[in-house]
């Protein structure tokens, strides 16, 4: 075996290092005796001490046994782990076979290397977050911690945060004054996951929007449960459709994801009879219905729940950042205790630093006051597109009916495939994103998904210059 050493950094871990990989691939064979202490430490010019620590180390491992007198030998019961193994066993560790049901990319595909204009949804504009405040609150977080007791925290989250949770959404969603109703997640996903650990048997029906999320079919899907679509018109789900069985139904009712428009009233009063005629829970993602700019816009489904059938779900990833992985949930209150039981079952509790952080920077106003920011910020975007699509480019696309949120769809209206517009828009570096992935019928209208939250206002202008440019183009090629 051929052992060597370089510079002069942890010597002895080097040579322990590779002594071990040489026996663990058996190309030191079980009984196989070392060479000295003295004689290695000579070959690879080191002391003795720096040999002797790493056959010390091998052997208080076990990978080494000694014979009196006779130096080291490689551990007899090491043989085991080089013999071949049969095929069979390889193969016999296969994943449940829900897993190959649950799609592999849960996310849009993104351009490799970015481009220069990109429409990407599911991003926040980081240069506008306020970092010095974020600073100062991660600071008393640190200073809170470095205080208190060490120990495991209520899986529930930081009491502070689920008030500050509670305040914000009594505020702006008419949903909760009690913070103990309040559960914090680690983003809008795990709030998912949780509930469909409690509330899904294998083969149990969940009812969701086509086109929808795809995190959340997945979501549902892994959990085992039979996933059935259901079509979305003018004013959102279409209850009708939806079947007797469904003991889940996951709605986005503020912002149909991904086409935007709200659910009208009429179709949430006839959700909630319906869920409380057939005992189903619905799921009501409300990820970005935060941002509104149009009218007076409808509180959260969960506002008019009587009877208590609405877990609402909402997420920090679009007022901050998706990386932060915070959100929270509402859900009905017979559901609350199993849903935390299932949250320490999974990981206990989101980390306190982050929460307590996040607490500070809600009740010290920093949140309220950013959301006034980024609520401008984007407002300006949002028109900008909603003219430019109704006005130049209204030839070619029709953005759709949505009154919130940080992203537009539009539907193509010339014979101009996804994909080929997409292909073409890249070749002059304009990031488009399509909203076929997130239908799960073929045969669905083509159209494309302008995200703004991290397309500043001049992006946005170029990139849609751009494609005024464009589109004639591909419109002519296919006349022609
Ligand atoms: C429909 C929907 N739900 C939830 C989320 C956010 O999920 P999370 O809080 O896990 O980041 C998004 C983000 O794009 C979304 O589009």
């Known amino acids: 075996v051929h052992l060597s050493v370089q510079g002069s950094q942890d010597l002895a871990g080097q040579i322990y290092r590779q002594l071990r990989a040489a026996m663990v691939e058996g190309r030191l064979a079980a009984g196989e005796r070392l060479p000295s202490t003295r004689a290695l430490a000579v070959q690879l010019g080191v002391s003795r001490k720096t040999t002797l620590e790493a056959f010390d180390r091998l052997t208080a491992e076990g990978y080494l046994g000694a014979r009196q007198g006779d130096g080291s030998f490689v551990n007899e019961g090491l043989h085991r782990l080089t013999e071949a193994v049969p095929p069979s066993m390889v193969t016999r560790l296969t994943a449940t076979p829900v897993w190959e049901r649950v799609p592999e990319a849960l996310s849009m595909p993104v351009p490799t290397p970015t481009l220069p204009i990109d429409f990407r949804g599911g991003s926040t504009d980081r240069g506008a977050f306020p970092f010095d405040a974020w600073r100062r609150c991660m600071l008393h977080a640190l200073r809170a911690t470095a205080r208190g007791f060490s120990g495991y925290r209520d899986p529930a989250g930081e009491q502070e945060l689920r008030l500050a949770i509670s305040r914000y959404l009594a505020v702006s969603r008419a949903v909760t004054r009690q913070w103990r109703e309040v559960i914090v997640t680690q983003g809008a996903q795990q709030a998912l996951d949780l509930i469909a650990r409690v509330m899904i ?149 989101s980390c306190m630093m982050t929460q307590t952080a996040l607490a500070k920077f809600m009740l010290d106003g920093d949140f309220a006051r950013h959301q006034r920011r980024m ?55 304009i990031g488009l994103y399509g909203l076929a992935p997130f239908h799960n019928r073929a045969g669905a209208r083509p159209g494309l998904l302008f995200g703004y939250g991290a397309t500043d206002l001049e992006h946005v202008e170029r990139g849609l210059t751009g494609l005024e440019r464009l589109l004639p183009t591909l419109g002519r090629n296919r006349l022609g």
């Open 201 to 349: 048997r294998p083969g149990d029906v969940v009812a969701m929007e086509d086109p929808g999320y795809p995190p959340a079919r997945a979501c549902f899907a892994a959990a085992g449960a039979r996933v059935v679509d259901v079509p979305v018109d003018g004013e959102g789900l279409v209850v009708e459709r939806l079947p007797a069985q469904a003991r889940l139904v996951y709605v986005t009712p503020s912002h149909q994801f991904p086409l935007g428009m709200p659910m009208s009233l009429s179709r949430r009063v006839a959700l909630l009879q319906w869920a409380q005629r057939h005992a189903a829970l619905i799921v009501e993602d409300d990820y970005d219905g935060e941002y509104r700019f149009e009218g007076r816009p409808l509180d959260a489904l969960k506002s008019l729940d009587q009877a208590d059938t609405v877990a609402y779900v909402g997420t920090f990833s679009k007022t901050i950042f998706p990386e932060l992985r915070l959100g929270y949930m509402v859900p009905p209150g017979a559901l609350h205790q199993a849903l935390c039981k299932a949250r320490q079952t999974v990981d206990w509790h």
């Open 375 to 429: 609520h401008k910020l984007y407002g300006k975007r949002r028109e900008l597109l909603l003219a430019r699509l109704r006005g130049p480019l209204s030839p070619w696309l029709e953005p759709l009916e949505s009154v919130a949120g940080i992203h537009l769809a539009a539907y193509i209206k010339q014979p101009i495939g996804e994909t080929e517009l997409i292909d073409a828009a890249a070749r002059a570096g």
